[in-house]
């Protein structure tokens, strides 16, 4: 904010700062109001590039379980991405809770990430970049952990979602779900 | 000299009138034609004129696919398609942008290893070197936004595990993918800006690209000796001797990319990119493409997830600190024996890590991986500041005439074409 003229056109401020003018005040001012409006406009244009109105209104949708049968799988869209919903055999449900915490990336029982103990609802989408893990069918390949295996750059996730060795930082994610009968969920 | 005019030279009498009220002919003419260059350039000065031609022809092909390309995801794949398969001429109007990209990558890597070895860098050319960076790094930008375009499967992942990298930032990472992305995954709103982007910013690379010209017509070009030109016995007008040495680079650039465009349209790309985009299958194996994979290794050799991000994007900041990290006095390789041995050690470190990039993340590319990014920030950051307080340089040329010409010089240099004549330019 030098200005080599300012000092001779306007009256040195008394005492505190030598050199300090009026007109220093005014032009400081000055650059923090258009440094405001600027801020103040660009702000819709940023704002505009947020998920509109209608993409947030598709969050929600329902799936129907009966088809799953004990140890199977399905892959389900919600807002663009894949849902995982798995029915667990007790031998799964059981290998997971079977896990101490102290061996985990990201703790958390098993019972903290499904609301019914069979059910296991996530989103199918790696946390470390977002590749689509494998394990949803039969024939993939479940990692060293016998969960899901992204092959992306090879994290291996547990029988309850969990990250257990692989680039990810942490678990799958459980969306907001809620059993609306005992047959339907709905997710979002 | 009428008052208010400028006093043009020139003598064609339309062509004076413009000139005399708007001096584009006389700029033209001190700039690209008088303008004093270095006379001892070697072929890798052609390279920034290559890279201009380059961004001309990626804008040109750019506008024209862009009349018939669709940026919506049920239309997009399809849209492409149509080009190559209906649209006359689309298929080499759609394969010279293709491979154009692949071109510029190539030109701009050794404008820019040129400017590396012969410390082009240096003391008075910091800016104009940092707003070389600044251009890659839109380029980069620009060239990711394009590939997302066809709506492919290296398309859709692709877009998925670059914009995904930044939810590697605490606390605000998720956030700052959601609003690049403008919904919950990259969708038709991704798709949308990423082909407004795509069309803006090679627009904004031009304005770069002049400031980059200005600056380097305020400080001249460098030249294979690194030492400044020290009067008219060390130069050539720019026209016709550097004119006609691009034009020679020019031929053999066009050679090269016609090759690829009419033999091997499809050779440097990746076949998966012509399946549909599908949201719930990723690909067996994701690569970017090829110009990317040194960065994507350097990312896949560390084992968490924000430091891979921070490195990736570190290896090509680095380049905007290079003036300073580089302590050495001396310019060009050429005078730098010890230097030139763990540069070259540099360039071997960057061509692994592209092999490297494109092979699965599993071992033993890992750690090949990690040694090369180990040995790439090694040379920025330990080699080059070390090793310009410690190497005793060869002795510099007197002058670029007195290394060019020999004794010749000394005697006040010949007649300019003869003494070109008597020691062609070499090819460093
Ligand atoms: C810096 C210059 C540019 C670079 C590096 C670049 C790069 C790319 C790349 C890599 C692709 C994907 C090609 C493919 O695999 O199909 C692409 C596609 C496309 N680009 Fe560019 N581009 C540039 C300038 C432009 C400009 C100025 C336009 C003008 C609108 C444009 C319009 C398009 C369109 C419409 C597509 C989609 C059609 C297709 O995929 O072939 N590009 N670009
Ligand atoms: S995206 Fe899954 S391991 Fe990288």
Redesign the interface.
Known sequence: MADTMAPQMAQAAPGAHPGATKRDFLKLTTAAFAAVGVAGIAWPFVASMSPSRDVLALASTEVDIRPIATGQAITVMWRGKPVFVRNRTAEEVQEARAVPLSELKDPATDQSRVQRDSWLVMVGVCTHLGCVPLGQKPTDAKGDFNGWFCPCHGSHYDTSGRIRRGPAPSNLAIPDYAFTNDTTIRIG | MAIGLHDSQVSNPVLRWIDQRLPVVTMMQKEYGTFPTPRNFNYFWNFGALALINLVIMIATGIFLAMNYQPHTAHAFDSVERIMRDVNFGWLIRYVHMNGASMFFIVVYIHIYRGMYYGSYKKPRELLWMLGVVIFLLMMATAFMGYVLPWGQMSF?GA??I???F?AFPIVGPEIV??????????N?TLN?FFALHYLLPFVIFGVVFLHVAALHITGSNNPLGIEPKGPQDTLPFHPYYTIKDSVGIVAYFALFALLVFFMPNYLGHPDNYIPAN????P???VPEWYFLPFYAIL?AV???LG?VLLMFGSILVWFVLPWLDTSKVRSMRFRPVARIFFFLFIVSFFVLMWAGGKP??QPYVIISQLATAYYFLWFLVLLPVLGKLEKPLPLPESIAAAVLGTKAVLGGGPIPQAVAAKPMEKA
């Open positions: 992942w998925t595990v914009t995904n990298l939810s959601t609003w690049l992305w403008g919904g919950f995954s990259v969708d709103p800006r949201p719930l299958v990723t067996a194996h994701i896949r084992p968490d997830k891979g993340a599993e």
